[in-house]
């Protein structure tokens, strides 16, 4: 299956959900004179999860684009909720160009710490990315820094062991900063491309997992100054508006530079990137669309649009 049939099928849950409550196969003009199916699509795109606030806008930038294919014009819409702020407000005023959200995934630095609650897919995307980047020639390094559950660790080894990755171990229980300072002072010594390092999505109440993290980043800060360049985020779309606001909560504490959104293959609220970029204002790197170790893509706005609705992409 190529990449794009991967995306194709992992969104299938929320294109059945969009196009099973909207009639899309219309025009625009028409869809405005017979307000039914307008409602119609702002249903869709709240089931969706794309949030209320932009639902209006889009329905507004429907108005705007004023005539052709109502898919067409939703589509357009759609890929413009997908950009930051800035660029959403320049493409507006210069029209849509066809350069739209194309996807820039290259770390800065060389250090990328990747953080979020248990459950939301941290490990497996670190893997995921781990082949991506090995894929494009680059070296890669693992620090299993999730020393509090014990099969943490070893879950992050297995995946070193597939892909021939090193890994950078503690003791369970251990200090997940010395593995971090630890981690991210041999990658220096050797030269390694990229540091992906795990962490810990929960702790016991005793420990304050945020000022954990701000730890981690401060001791990897010490053994390579300025690193780690990237604080990703992996949240899983599943949880919706939920795992929304527990990005909130991470991103005052220690600021993201990316997030990852896991797991849209399980849902049909995939509409939910679309107040991930909104109300976080960070870009989103990569969609996973599945548990294979290729079942990550880069994230493109435009690519991700066309593939919810099936539409054909150029080469
Ligand atoms: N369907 C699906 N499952 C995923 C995806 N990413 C991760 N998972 C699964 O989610 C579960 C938790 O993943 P894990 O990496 O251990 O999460 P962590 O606790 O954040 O490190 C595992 O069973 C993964 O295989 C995805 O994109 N799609
Ligand atoms: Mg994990």
Redesign the pocket.
């Known amino acids: 299956m190529s990449w794009l049939d991967r995306l194709r099928a992992g969104l299938s849950k929320t294109r059945a959900q969009l196009s099973g409550t909207a009639d899309l196969e219309g025009d625009v003009q028409a869809a405005f004179t017979r307000m039914d199916t307008i409602e119609d699509l702002e249903y869709a795109l709240i089931a969706a999860d794309v949030g209320r606030a932009a639902t209006e806008e889009i329905i507004e930038d429907i108005r705007r684009i004023g005539g052709g294919n109502l898919q067409d014009a939703l589509m357009q819409a759609l890929t413009l909720q997908l950009e930051p702020d800035a660029r959403r407000a320049e493409f507006r005023k210069l029209g849509f160009s066809p350069d739209v959200g194309r996807g820039r995934v290259d770390p800065k630095g060389h250090v990328v710490m990747v953080i ?1 609650v ?8 670190i893997a995921k990315l781990g082949q991506y980047y090995m894929e494009r020639g680059k070296s890669v390094m693992f620090a299993a820094g ?1 020393t509090f559950r014990a099969a ?1 660790g070893a ?1 992050l080894g297995v995946w070193g062991d597939r892909l021939g990755v090193p890994v950078v171990q503690g003791p369970d229980g251990g200090d997940p900063a010395a593995v971090a300072f630890d981690a991210a002072s041999a990658r220096k010594a050797r030269g390694t491309d990229l540091l992906l390092i795990d962490t810990a ?1 929960r702790l016991h109440n005793k420990h304050n997992l945020m000022e954990e993290l701000k730890k981690v980043q401060r001791v990897v800060d010490k053994a390579d100054p300025g690193e780690p360049a990237e604080v990703w985020l ?1 949240l899983d779309a599943v949880t919706g508006q939920n795992g929304l606001q527990q990005a909130k909560k991470f991103h005052e504490s220690t600021p993201l530079t990316g997030v990852v959104v ?5 849902t049909a609220k995939g509409g939910i990137l679309v107040p991930i970029v909104r109300e976080l204002g960070v870009p989103i790197k990569f969609i ?4 294979q170790a290729g ?1 990550l893509q880069p994230f493109d706005s435009r690519d991700f649009v066309r593939a919810l609705f099936d539409v054909q992409l150029p080469q």
């Open positions: 979020g248990n459950g939301v897919g941290k490990t497996t995307t999730d943490a879950q999505g992996v896991t797991k849209l293959d399980g996973g669309v599945g548990e079942d």
